[in-house]
């Protein structure tokens, strides 16, 4: 991860995804997910199969992989999958030298803040939990578990921020968080080993970097 700070010490703010990116929770996402695919007589996902097709929206990732989902019954496909994957965090890792480029960072004047689906109070007690809330002057999630995506959480946070959009760039391993990089007007710089293949980000951005 430190091999990042080059491409990232000349703007003033960093804003972070945080699943795939900061948190290397894929295997337990994919084992998460297999309980919803089991519950529905499906075929589980391998890894491989999970980082080629998985996206947002979640609910038309879900209905591409074959589980049936209906407005009224989205909610609870979401608490399912939630539950599993929260019985399974204690698992997950930053990944490698986190901390080391966030202190780097920080040393010389570039500050960073959090924008994730994850829900808000979720994603706090994790930061704590892995000790790294304070390299963060802003913490944004959603206000509810069911990961409809973060482009209008982006905006406000843009709006709280209140740098120039030259000044900021979104690091993210989907192409749902170029989407959202695009929409605030900011670069964005994407990472391989994260939730989806690095072909598929290529394919989409060309700002792409291998993490290790």
Do not use: C
């Not at 519950?39 to 209905?63: D, H, M, N, V, W």
């Not at 500050?111 to 304070?134: M, N, T, W």
């Not at 482009?151 to 900021?168: C, D, F, Y």
Request: glycine share 8%; net charge negative; hydrophobic share 40%.
């Amino acid at each position: 991860m430190r091999k990042l700070f080059g491409h990232l010490e000349a703007k003033s703010h960093v804003i972070w995804d945080w699943n795939g990116t900061l948190l290397d929770d894929v295997d337990i996402s994919v084992e998460a997910l297999g309980t919803v695919l089991e519950s529905q007589g499906l075929p589980l996902q391998t890894r491989a199969k999970y980082l080629e097709r998985f996206r947002f929206p979640i609910a038309e990732y879900y209905a591409e992989i074959g589980i049936e989902v209906r407005p009224e019954s989205y909610g609870a496909l979401a608490k399912q999958f939630i539950d599993s994957y929260d019985h399974r965090i204690e698992r997950a890792r930053l990944y490698t030298g986190v901390e080391d480029l966030l202190r780097d960072l920080a040393a010389v004047g570039v500050s960073s803040s959090v924008l994730s689906a994850a829900h808000e109070p979720d994603l706090k007690r994790l930061l704590d939990a892995y000790g790294i809330s304070s390299h963060f002057t802003h913490v944004y999630g959603l206000g509810n578990k069911w990961a409809h995506g973060k482009i209008e959480r982006g905006r406000q946070l843009m709006a709280t921020i209140g740098l120039p959009a030259a000044q900021v760039i979104l690091v993210g391993d989907t192409d749902h968080d170029l989407a959202v990089g695009q929409d605030l007007g900011i670069d964005v710089l994407l990472l391989t080993a994260g939730h989806q293949h690095e072909s598929r980000l290529r394919s989409r951005h060309d700002r792409v970097v291998e993490r290790y």
